[in-house]
């Protein structure tokens, strides 16, 4: 929020014995950001005292000293309405005031899948309404998602009011419920001290990390850095009975493609048993322990949502999809006779479909910062090596494509068994192409059917 006024103070004039007349100008001026104003104020001072001591040692009349003086008080005065505006930043909250958690329900975009969380500061008294929102991020960003997938998208701090906030939600057909912090008065000014701190220029922009540091994460931290509350902070230190990824599908059972296509992305980091703490990285989860533990409110709607998000058709799902894919590859080994061109055609899109997909997981995994993006086991079936199959199948380097494709049944056959021994939980919607993996490459090594079959 800006903090800039001009300030305009009128002219001040003294008439002396009906014969000199002295013309004071008191200063007019745009102040500065608050960050600047003391050292701008004291360099502002300290020049124009510097210059007031110089004339009064060389100057003798007394007229003359006296309107210096003047000059002097003017000078002082300016040095205090310089202050002013810092004395009016660091203003205390009122016993009416509160602070006020705002979580709000998703929406159609895949941004707003997992919803939003904002703290809004009121105070009547004070005419403070400032809802301060942790989750503003350029959409028009260039190469905005290679830097989301890069972990060096900047996330930034924004303040409105919240009627303009409540608007947004609102275009969006998105529900909005409040919960006001339990917080002594002094708590809550400490609270709004870190906010106000929290928006200066040097400290608004954050790289933002999925789990560790998004908009939840940094509303958790605060609400435990002031509330004094021990009970309730012991309490969300114990487990949450579950992952990071359980904790995901919440969100997700309605969208199938997106949950398969992120927990196709996410490692083992993803897997690991969390705290009540930090089960709060998503809003909703941040609302009820919140509440669960005393340290807010029940939750009251402040705006009713529009918006349903419907069930997926179950024929559209990756799971029906994949299936039936694999049944097509059956038919099409055990019964068709297909020609070499057809069939290594069809080998060649799926063996390399699964190469490129792990050549993504290489690459994320080596230059990724999100940690949960990295030893992905799935590379173990999506084999980026899978790639020379480009070149030794259509050069027909028959004893090669065997020992190669030999060596990769077993790394699938080794996949299979130990499934639920890794140390990541795979997606059951990748089973299905596991499985025509594994197909593909015994029949490649065994030759189930000749596919040697000249057809023009």
């Given at each position: 929020?800006?903090?800039?006024?001009?300030?305009?103070?009128?002219?001040?004039?003294?008439?002396?014995?009906?014969?000199?007349?002295i013309s004071i100008s008191l200063p007019t001026?745009?102040?500065?950001?608050?960050?600047?104003?003391?050292?701008?104020?004291?360099?502002?001072?300290?020049?124009?005292?510097?210059?007031?001591?110089?004339?009064?040692?060389?100057?003798?009349?007394?007229?003359?000293?006296?309107?210096?003086?003047?000059?002097?008080?003017?000078?002082?005065?300016?040095?205090?309405?310089?202050?002013?505006?810092?004395?009016?930043?660091?203003?205390?909250?009122?016993?009416?005031?509160k602070i006020t958690i705002l979580t709000c329900?998703?929406?159609?975009?895949?941004?707003?899948?997992?919803?939003?969380?904002?703290?809004?500061?009121?105070?009547?008294?004070?005419?403070?309404?400032?809802?301060?929102?942790?989750?503003?991020?350029?959409?028009?960003?260039?190469?905005?998602?290679?830097?989301?997938?890069?972990?060096?998208?900047?996330?930034?701090?924004?303040?409105?009011?919240?009627?303009?906030?409540?608007?947004?939600?609102?275009?969006?057909?998105?529900?909005?419920?409040?919960?006001?912090?339990?917080?002594?008065?002094?708590?809550?000014?400490?609270?709004?001290?870190?906010?106000?701190?929290?928006?200066?220029?040097?400290?608004?922009?954050?790289?933002?990390?999925?789990?560790?540091?998004?908009?939840?994460?940094?509303?958790?931290?605060?609400?435990?850095?002031?509330?004094?509350?021990?009970?309730?902070?012991?309490?969300?230190?114990?487990?949450?009975?579950?992952?990071?990824?359980?904790?995901?599908?919440?969100?997700?059972?309605?969208?199938?493609?997106?949950?398969?296509?992120?927990?196709?992305?996410?490692?083992?980091?993803?897997?690991?048993?969390?705290?009540?703490?930090?089960?709060?990285?998503?809003?909703?989860?941040?609302?009820?322990?919140?509440?669960?533990?005393?340290?807010?409110?029940?939750?009251?709607?402040?705006?009713?949502?529009?918006?349903?998000?419907?069930?997926?058709?179950?024929?559209?799902?990756?799971?029906?999809?994949?299936?039936?894919?694999?049944?097509?590859?059956?038919?099409?080994?055990?019964?068709?006779?297909?020609?070499?061109?057809?069939?290594?055609?069809?080998?060649?899109?799926?063996?390399?479909?699964?190469?490129?997909?792990?050549?993504?997981?290489?690459?994320?995994?080596?230059?990724?910062?999100?940690?949960?993006?990295?030893?992905?086991?799935?590379?173990?079936?999506?084999?980026?090596?899978?790639?020379?199959?480009?070149?030794?199948?259509?050069?027909?380097?028959?004893?090669?494509?065997?020992?190669?494709?030999?060596?990769?049944?077993l790394l699938l056959f080794y996949f299979l068994?130990?499934?639920?021994?890794?140390?990541?939980?795979?997606?059951?919607?990748?089973?299905?192409?596991?499985?025509?993996?594994?197909?593909?490459?015994?029949?490649?090594?065994?030759?189930?059917?000749?596919?040697?079959?000249?057809?023009?």
């Amino acid at each position: 929020m800006a903090l800039c006024h001009r300030i305009n103070i009128p002219c001040i004039k003294i008439c002396l014995a009906n014969k000199a007349l002295i013309s004071i100008s008191l200063p007019t001026f745009t102040p500065p950001k608050p960050a600047r104003y003391i050292t701008f104020a004291t360099k502002w001072a300290t020049c124009h005292l510097e210059t007031i001591f110089m004339q009064l040692s060389g100057e003798k009349n007394k007229l003359i000293k006296l309107g210096i003086i003047l000059k002097g008080f003017q000078n002082l005065l300016g040095f205090i309405l310089l202050l002013l505006p810092i004395l009016a930043s660091a203003q205390s909250l009122s016993e009416e005031a509160k602070i006020t958690i705002l979580t709000c329900g998703p929406a159609q975009p895949m941004y707003a899948t997992f919803g939003h969380i904002a703290l809004w500061v009121s105070d009547p008294a004070s005419h403070i309404d400032e809802v301060y929102n942790f989750g503003t991020f350029d959409s028009g960003t260039s190469n905005f998602y290679i830097k989301f997938l890069g972990g060096s998208l900047q996330y930034a701090l924004s303040v409105t009011n919240l009627k303009s906030f409540l608007r947004e939600y609102k275009n969006e057909g998105r529900w909005v419920k409040g919960q006001d912090l339990i917080l002594s008065n002094e708590q809550m000014n400490a609270f709004y001290n870190s906010l106000q701190k929290a928006n200066q220029p040097e400290n608004r922009y954050y790289r933002y990390d999925f789990f560790r540091d998004n908009c939840s994460t940094k509303i958790i931290e605060l609400i435990l850095g002031h509330c004094g509350n021990v009970a309730a902070i012991d309490s969300l230190n114990k487990p949450a009975n579950m992952s990071y990824r359980k904790g995901l599908k919440h969100y997700l059972v309605r969208r199938p493609w997106m949950q398969f296509g992120i927990n196709l992305l996410l490692g083992p980091f993803a897997d690991q048993e969390i705290s009540r703490k930090q089960s709060c990285f998503m809003p909703d989860f941040l609302m009820a322990e919140t509440e669960a533990t005393g340290l807010a409110t029940s939750p009251e709607i402040l705006l009713d949502g529009s918006y349903k998000e419907g069930y997926p058709n179950d024929f559209g799902t990756p799971m029906s999809i994949l299936w039936l894919i694999m049944f097509l590859l059956v038919i099409k080994v055990f019964w068709l006779n297909t020609s070499k061109k057809i069939s290594n055609g069809i080998d060649l899109f799926i063996f390399t479909s699964a190469a490129l997909l792990g050549l993504l997981f290489l690459v994320l995994w080596i230059w990724s910062d999100h940690v949960s993006l990295q030893f992905n086991f799935n590379i173990l079936w999506a084999n980026p090596l899978l790639l020379i199959l480009l070149w030794i199948i259509p050069a027909e380097k028959t004893k090669f494509i065997r020992a190669f494709l030999m060596v990769y049944a077993l790394l699938l056959f080794y996949f299979l068994i130990n499934y639920n021994r890794l140390p990541q939980k795979f997606p059951l919607d990748a089973m299905p192409i596991v499985s025509m993996l594994v197909l593909l490459a015994v029949n490649r090594v065994f030759q189930f059917r000749k596919m040697e079959v000249e057809i023009e």
